[in-house]
């Protein structure tokens, strides 16, 4: 009877009982078998232990392991013919049968119920000599031992499997200076192979001296080069080489989001296609959205010139507000018909009746990069008033992001490419003439980049998966359905008030003509309590907290410290500009006034320079004989830029009537009221999908 071991491992094979048994689990001093019947039964170690007719018939540590498949390919024809040439030996020495029959009778000078491991070594030994292969007991052990600890690639030649970095015999001096070259080149302009090895070269004789090192051949240093370089990009494109080098060094980690709005990640990129503008002019457009990880929902995409700080601030608000069916669009793209929940949403916010398939989702955690538009003030302001924690990603790390970058890019990938006027993503893949096949204007786009969303919501998105069932896809919808019913999800609408919170703001008093807001004045008859007035609140208690919308600035909102609420404050020279106008375009008149070589500017000279710039636009520019200079580009992308956010999409606070007018301006207020005054009301859906975009 061989000895017994001096551990008992799962997966021994004993014999207990007059049966034999199979070691499934230890727990403690219980020891769980599972006989030859597949009767399982919990013995106490100690009783096992002490049982006249248990034996240890086969230990796991005996039997061989099961090498993985392919594990000799590479390998030279002979070297894996010795392998397998001993594999076949020392299977019958630890188990008694033969490799090629697993289940045959078991051989008297090689059964371990019978005979000793050592043995069972010496029989083979012996069957060897007498076979003409004179092999030592000794490495028939030392091959057993390999073979039991690293399976079938333990009886390859271990010089064989020494694994070469490329570099060969090649000096390490030389090939550390060629390491540290091709770091510096990760930032730098991508240069000819020549270039980085006088560089090495002039590094090597800096360090150790002219002549000391001897430098490979030309095409040595070709093979070097390769395989230092494997996978950096060196001699290819810089960006490309940029972008890897951003890449962890590490397994990249990954962020489990268990309900809607848990995190969602904003960013934005420049739209692979070109549009037309209002004044004519083509141009591109920027993309900005919002993602949410847990269900792969794109909550809203606008399309913008150039992305500024009150629109990441504002396509909060897009995310949280239901998006309404627009005229002609499907019928089937209706939440109605969707498989959202769309019954139990019904009942929290009444415009859900005529929305359109896309959830409503409350953000819990923005994660950004470090853009402008995002570390500003008013979108933090925004996150703060909302209650979303913000996030920024680690600097120049897009990977801990990604999936608004790989959503942006299936944008492109799947919608933009469609449309006439894509210009693909560089100069290398761009066309003859793009501009000359654009015919969208970026409202319109904005329209199809809509109904494209709807339809995105119902696509099966690979990265969602069943983890027990890895082979169905759910779409993003679908997704939310799921989380929705387990984690629960309540879409709290944006009211017009918590618009306002979330638009820029600054400090000014109430001066007896109303209120200074960049370089322009509001006024409004509720203001008359509070000229020259402390408001008690800020660092001074003088001011007051005004905020405004840049692209509308025919309005300012007045924080009234005492009484709670907001004061609607109307731009005094509306009536000589009444159609919306931008920030920038405002700016930018002030500027072509300021070059004239005025004295003083005036705000009736700046809001007729400013009405002209925009008539310019609505009119179209005529065709220049000439290449257009640099100041006439930049009055068309302004008057672009300001037409294109004309027409306000956001919930308004409702104005009061006749807010407009200053103490003692009954004689104008007829005038006013026939001023084209867009009015501010309650967001209502059937309303804004008449006049969105």
């Given at each position: 009877?061989?000895?017994?071991?001096?551990?008992?491992?799962?997966?021994?094979?004993?014999?207990?009982?007059?049966?034999?048994?199979?070691?499934?689990?230890?727990?403690?001093?219980?020891?769980?078998?599972?006989?030859?019947?597949?009767?399982?039964?919990?013995?106490?170690?100690?009783?096992?232990?002490?049982?006249?007719?248990?034996?240890?018939?086969t230990s796991a540590s005996m039997r061989p392991v099961v090498p993985a498949a392919g594990v000799l390919e590479g390998f030279p024809a002979k070297a894996v013919e010795r392998a397998e040439w001993w594999q076949r030996h020392l299977v019958e020495i630890l188990t008694g049968r033969p490799l090629d029959d697993p289940h045959g009778p078991v051989r008297a000078e090689y059964d371990p119920a019978v005979r000793s491991l050592r043995q069972r070594e010496l029989a083979k030994s012996a069957e060897l000599a007498a076979a003409g292969d004179s092999t030592s007991l000794a490495l028939i052990q030392r091959m057993r031992r390999r073979f039991e600890d690293e399976g079938v690639l333990g009886l390859v030649d271990p010089r064989l499997r020494t694994t070469s970095d490329g570099t060969g015999r090649t000096d390490r001096r030389v090939v550390e200076a060629l390491r540290q070259v091709v770091d510096e080149q990760t930032g730098r302009s991508t240069v000819s192979a020549q270039v980085l090895r006088r560089r090495m070269e002039r590094l090597l004789e800096a360090e150790l001296g002219p002549g000391v090192v001897p430098l490979p051949s030309r095409t040595a240093f070709y093979r070097l080069l390769k395989?230092?370089?494997?996978?950096?990009?060196?001699?290819?494109?810089?960006?490309?080489?940029?972008?890897?080098?951003?890449?962890?060094?590490?397994?990249?980690?990954?962020?489990?989001?268990?309900?809607?709005?848990?995190?969602?990640e904003i960013d934005s990129t420049p739209l692979d296609v070109l549009v037309v503008h209002d004044d004519g002019t083509v141009d591109t457009v920027e993309l900005t959205g919002i993602v949410d990880i847990a269900t792969r929902t794109l909550a809203a995409a606008v399309l913008r010139p150039s992305t500024k700080a009150v629109d990441a601030a504002l396509l909060l608000a897009r995310a949280m507000t239901p998006e309404p069916m627009r005229p002609g669009w499907a019928d089937a793209l209706r939440m109605s018909r969707s498989v959202l929940p769309h019954a139990s949403l019904v009942a929290l916010d009444e415009r859900l009746a005529q929305a359109a398939a896309i959830p409503v989702i409350t953000p819990e955690t923005i994660v950004c990069d470090r853009g402008k538009a995002y570390i500003s003030e008013t979108f933090r302001s925004a996150c703060q008033a909302l209650g979303i924690s913000f996030q920024p990603a680690h600097p120049d790390t897009p990977t801990d992001k990604p999936h608004i970058e790989k959503t942006l890019g299936?944008?492109?990938?799947?919608?933009?490419?469609?449309?006439?006027?894509?210009?693909?993503r560089s100069t290398e893949h761009r066309g003859v003439d793009p501009a000359a096949e654009a015919v969208w204007s970026i409202h319109q786009l904005q329209e199809l980049l809509q109904q494209w969303i709807v339809i995105w919501q119902n696509r099966p998105h690979d990265g969602l998966r069943d983890p027990l069932m890895p082979g169905k896809t759910l779409s993003p919808n679908e997704k939310y359905a799921a989380l929705v019913a387990a984690a629960g999800h309540v879409p709290v609408a944006l009211s017009a008030e918590e618009y306002i919170e979330l638009l820029p703001k600054h400090r000014r008093t109430i001066n007896s003509s109303g209120v200074r807001s960049n370089h322009r004045t509001y006024d409004?008859?509720?203001?008359?309590?509070?000229?020259?007035?402390?408001?008690?609140?800020?660092?001074?208690?003088?001011?007051?907290?005004?905020?405004?919308?840049?692209?509308?600035?025919?309005?300012?909102?007045?924080?009234?410290?005492?009484?709670?609420?907001?004061?609607?404050?109307?731009?005094?020279?509306?009536?000589?500009?009444?159609?919306?106008?931008?920030?920038?375009?405002?700016?930018?008149?002030?500027?072509?006034?300021?070059?004239?070589?005025?004295?003083?500017?005036?705000?009736e000279e700046i809001a007729q320079a400013a009405v002209a710039l925009l008539d310019q636009a609505a009119d179209g520019p005529d065709k220049p004989a000439v290449r257009p200079t640099g100041r006439v580009r930049r009055e068309r992308k302004v008057a672009a830029r300001t037409r294109a956010t004309a027409q306000p999409s956001w919930p308004r606070p409702a104005e009061e009537p006749d807010s407009s007018a200053g103490p003692g301006d009954e004689n104008t207020r007829g005038e006013?009221?026939?001023?084209?005054?867009?009015?501010?009301?309650?967001?209502?859906?059937?309303?804004?999908?008449?006049?969105?975009?």
């Open positions: 009877m061989p000895s017994r071991p001096r551990l008992l491992r799962a997966g021994d094979l004993v014999r207990f009982d007059g049966r034999l048994h199979t070691v499934v689990a230890l727990e403690g001093t219980a020891v769980r078998l599972v006989d030859e019947a597949q009767s399982a039964s919990v013995v106490m170690l100690a009783h096992l232990l002490s049982s006249n007719d248990f034996e240890v018939v395989a230092v370089s494997s996978g950096r990009h060196i001699l290819g494109s810089a960006r490309t080489r940029r972008s890897l080098a951003k890449q962890p060094d590490g397994m990249f980690g990954q962020l489990t989001a268990a309900r809607p709005g848990e995190v969602m299936s944008v492109a990938t799947m919608f933009a490419q469609y449309l006439p006027g894509h210009k693909g409004s008859a509720e203001l008359n309590p509070f000229r020259r007035q402390r408001s008690g609140a800020g660092d001074n208690g003088q001011s007051w907290d005004v905020h405004y919308d840049p692209y509308d600035i025919s309005r300012v909102w007045v924080r009234n410290h005492r009484q709670g609420g907001w004061i609607t404050a109307i731009w005094r020279h509306l009536r000589t500009a009444p159609m919306p106008m931008g920030e920038l375009a405002w700016d930018h008149a002030r500027r072509i006034l300021g070059e004239r070589g005025s004295d003083q500017v005036t705000e006013e009221e026939l001023a084209d005054i867009i009015p501010l009301e309650i967001f209502d859906a059937r309303k804004e999908a008449e006049k969105w975009w």
